[in-house]
């Protein structure tokens, strides 16, 4: 979810996925469902800020944060996740935005 490096000591297995022992990353896998990976923060906070328009539950994982802290300057993609129920709805605004990203999105 943010990048951090996992050790069999501090991940877990959740629904087939592995994460680290923090709560909020279990329950992403647990009730949400992933929509996009961009490999732009800017594009993604604007998936994330047209989808609240629309009051779709949403949430955004980039490893930006820990890297940072560690002094690297080179991120890999942002991960946007949507509550499963609204997976569909979603998918469709995002469509309807016409993003490059959006061409990744099953039909």
Known sequence: MCGKPLCTDCSVRCKGE????????????????????????????MIVGNLRIEDIGVRRYSS??????????????????????DLSRAQDILRDLDLPTADSLPP
Request: hydrophobic letters at 40%; one cysteine or more.
């Open 64 to 85: 930006r944060a820990f890297k940072s802290a560690i002094g690297e300057n080179t991120w890999d993609v942002v991960q946007v996740y949507v509550r499963q129920e």
């Open 18 to 45: 592995i994460v680290c022992e923090e709560s909020s990353h279990k329950e992403v896998v647990e009730l949400w469902a992933f929509l996009v990976r961009s490999n732009s923060e800017f594009e993604a906070d």
